[in-house]
């Protein structure tokens, strides 16, 4: 096997990995950190505290990316929003993290993406103008990050003609131009989250999925094995709480409001060819827009959604038929031939973790969750567990480093500052380097400098070479891929979180049987143990998770 041919060192995650390490960690020596949630910033703290020479453990209830962080609209942003909100400090965040993503840690899976706002009669010149200056403005956050202009080019006005160039869906009457700007778009969120819990485990990080945190203290967790259902103790100096809309269930007096993102996702065929993105204005809001995502593998994205959410938090968020409702008639409010309910193959929603710090007014209500600061927060208890909440997707490897800085010094451990700024993720290099890997382009997207090892996989079987669904590019060696080195245990993780698959159940439905077979090859040959590492039988219940 050549070099190419092979994972990251040191980066596999797998079934028989987890046993050992579960059975390491859980009644073993003590840790400097051990990290509670395996979303971005969790696995993102994993990282960092393991790249300052710190032993680690990070453990999730569920697997990597289940929760929130699977659920965004796989947007890299540049902080424009926060920076109208006159929240220029969050802003300038965003923007410094987003070219630390597309030029150092991770330009293998976040590129620059193009958006067209039509310039329709539903928006006024004025109207116009401020969004104009808004993109200028953004293009001066790019320029204050020292983005470099290679890497996002500058906004433009365009005429009527080029517009309908890059977006033929829109309708023509009345069309006077449009706008074009420029963000990060990942290829996907999950993928993300993966590539951290894999340079975190090439740094000796342990990254037990399904071992669920019943109980935090200042000096480490009781623990549940959701595989055997065995509890036992895992012991460590700091303990960093990054369990996003579930923190205030772990650490009294953590009060999270949670708002719920809504997308619709929709066949490509039905919209035509999109080279852009779009930004469609919400009717009668100043700095609202619907988004148009169009995703390269067969799907289009639209959201979203901005909505107070009571009550328990639930695994997986519904989503509500007024949510489908209003992203449809905003998205008609543009379209040449509008889009209907039975052309909505399949939607999603995520919980935003945001600190509730307001105080309810006079009919005891807060603001709307939309006016809610994206500042994070980094809390640490009467029992000294440091709690990062708030924030956004873009500003993980930030929330990251404040919250191990935290334990760093509440704690007394010795650590330097976080070098994660310029570490690459595995599978990230350069732009030029990562054109000439020799593997398909889709692959190279999703897997960087890695994609070679994942061909090479079909070229060993002919089997893994087949597409596992019609109409959709995910291959076989892709899911063998994602158990033998991704972390992947049963079908669930497959098909809803190392591929999206899952995001269309009626795809997800016609792909289980061959997922399932799969997993019973691969996962026959290791096994998932419980806290004494006696191994077990390889199969795995399609619902879980």
């Known amino acids: 096997m050549s070099p190419a041919d092979r994972p990251a060192a040191g980066a596999s995650l797998s079934a028989a990995r987890r046993s050992r390490e579960v059975a390491d960690t859980v009644g073993g020596p003590e840790v400097d950190v051990l990290v509670v949630g395996l979303g971005a910033t969790g696995a993102g703290a994993a990282l960092d505290a393991a790249a300052r020479g710190l032993s680690v453990a990070a453990v999730d209830a569920h697997d990597l990316a289940f929760g929130t962080s699977r659920w965004s609209s796989k947007l890299v942003h540049g902080g424009l929003r926060y920076l109208a909100s006159a929240q220029v400090d969050v802003a300038h965040e965003s923007a410094v993290e987003r070219g630390v993503l597309m030029e150092r840690t991770a330009p293998h899976l976040v590129r620059a993406q193009p958006f067209v706002l039509p310039l329709t009669p539903l928006v006024s010149r004025g109207q116009g103008a401020l969004a104009w200056a808004g993109f200028r403005a953004g293009d001066a956050l790019r320029l204050a990050a020292r983005t470099a202009r290679a890497t996002l080019p500058a906004p433009r006005r365009l005429s009527a003609v080029e517009t309908r160039h890059l977006a033929p869906v829109l309708r023509p009457d009345g069309l006077r131009g449009g706008l074009l700007s420029w963000d990060g778009r990942l290829t996907d969120d999950a993928r993300l989250v993966t590539a951290l819990a894999r340079t975190a485990a090439a740094r000796g990080a342990r990254i037990l999925t399904r071992v669920r945190a019943l109980e935090l203290t200042g000096s480490g967790a009781r623990v549940r094995d959701e595989l055997t259902g065995e509890e036992g103790v895992i012991r460590a100096r700091a303990v ?276 399932r077979e799969l997993v019973g090859e691969v996962g026959g040959s290791g096994a998932i143990g419980g806290f004494g590492g006696t191994g077990g039988t390889g199969e795995f219940s399609a619902e879980r998770g």
């Open 240 to 515: 960093v709480n990054a369990s996003g809309v579930w923190a205030g269930a772990l650490v009294d007096g953590i009060r999270i409001r949670p708002s719920r993102g809504t997308h619709l996702v929709l066949r490509s065929e039905r919209l035509g060819p999109l080279p852009a993105g779009l930004h469609v204005p919400v009717p009668g809001e100043t700095n609202r827009f619907v988004l148009v995502l169009p995703q390269g593998d067969g799907r289009v994205y639209v959201g979203l959604t901005d909505e107070p959410v009571d009550g328990d938090v639930p695994d997986v968020p519904e989503v509500p038929e007024t949510d489908v409702g209003f992203l449809l008639d905003v998205l008609g409010s543009v379209l040449d031939a509008p889009v209907h309910r039975e052309d909505v193959v399949g939607a999603f929603a995520g919980l935003r973790p945001l600190l509730d710090t307001t105080a309810p007014d006079r009919h005891g209500a807060g603001p709307r969750t939309a006016d809610v600061s994206r500042r994070h927060a980094v809390l640490t208890s009467s029992e000294g567990v440091v709690t990062v909440v708030g924030g956004k997707l873009t500003t993980y490897r930030r929330m990251a480093e404040d919250a191990v800085d935290t334990a760093v010094a509440a704690r007394g451990l010795v650590a330097g500052p976080s070098p994660t700024a310029a570490l690459p993720l595995v599978g990230a290099a350069a732009p030029q380097a990562l054109a000439r890997v020799r593997a398909p382009g889709r692959l190279v997207r999703h897997y960087g400098t890695e994609a070679p090892a994942v061909q090479a996989l079909a070229a060993r079987d002919p089997r893994l070479a087949e597409r596992i669904l019609p109409g959709h590019p995910v291959t076989g060696a892709e899911l063998v891929w994602a158990l033998r080195h991704e972390g992947a245990l049963d079908e669930a993780d497959v098909l809803d979180r190392r591929t999206r698959v899952g995001l269309v159940p009626e795809d997800r439905a016609a792909a289980l049987a061959a997922v």
